[in-house]
């Protein structure tokens, strides 16, 4: 019958078929062997990629730069736009010997101011002078010294006095030859007077003609300044 087989036919028939089957099987290890081998990137490809360079020995003797041309980039602002004056160079200082030459110099005398005669705080008349001479002539001669007080109706009256000698800012009057104290309180009362000497039948005495005098009473005795 048919169906009937040896064992060495069916051993065929099995290692037909595991040969048949394992044909795929071998192909798809190919493949998985070459997608393995791309995977696996290759030993020199994961090597480091710095190397080692020796440095040399000796520095170049110019730089670089010394063939480099100057360029405006070292001057950024052009000199046109400077608007600033030109600094002014400081003057040299003077040497020790112009200064001590000036220091030798004599100073100018400047000029004596002129020194004007001063008025004479009191005026006397010829019968004043001879009058007031005969009292100096005496054995124990006398100043008279001519004052104020304040008495009469107006409220200033003269008064004379005979002194050896003026008092510290007494005024001193001198002319022809003979002299006159008049009294520092009364000095602003009959400065620029004019003293005379005159004689009637009921005195004789010194009268001042005042050109200060604003008011006097009516017999003369007495004044206001």
């Known amino acids: 019958m048919a169906l009937q087989r040896t064992p060495g036919a069916l051993f065929n028939c099995l290692n037909t078929t595991t040969i048949a089957s394992a044909r795929p099987c071998l192909h798809i290890i190919r493949r998985f062997s070459q997608t393995q081998s791309w995977a ?8 480091s990629p710095f190397q080692s360079y020796p440095l040399p ?4 003797s110019s730089p670089r730069n010394e063939s480099i041309p100057e360029t405006s980039i070292a001057n950024p602002v052009p000199l046109v736009h400077e ?3 030109p600094t002014q160079p400081k003057a040299a200082p003077r040497p020790d010997t112009a200064s001590e030459q000036e220091a030798q110099r004599p100073k100018p005398i400047p ?13 006397l008349t010829p019968n004043a002078v001879e009058q007031l001479r005969q009292l100096l002539d005496q054995p124990e001669p006398k100043l008279i010294k001519v ?12 008064h004379l006095e005979y002194v050896d000698k003026p008092a510290a800012f007494d005024e001193e009057v001198e ?7 008049i009294d520092s309180k009364a000095l602003f009362s009959i400065i620029g007077s004019e003293m005379d000497w005159i004689e009637d039948k ?11 005098i604003k008011e006097e009473c009516g017999c003369g005795e007495s004044f206001m300044v």
Do not use: M, W
Request: charged share 30%; with cysteine.
């Open 40 to 47: 696996t990137p290759d030993k020199h490809e994961t090597s």
């Open 57 to 60: 020995s000796r520095l170049p």
């Open 83 to 85: 608007t600033r004056p």
């Open 111 to 123: 000029p004596k101011r002129k020194l004007r005669p001063r008025k004479a705080a009191l005026k």
């Open 147 to 158: 004052g104020v007080r304040n008495r009469g109706c107006s409220g200033l009256a003269y």
């Open 175 to 181: 002319q022809d030859g003979v002299k006159v104290v």
């Open 202 to 212: 009921l005195n004789q005495r010194f009268i001042f003609r005042n050109p200060n």
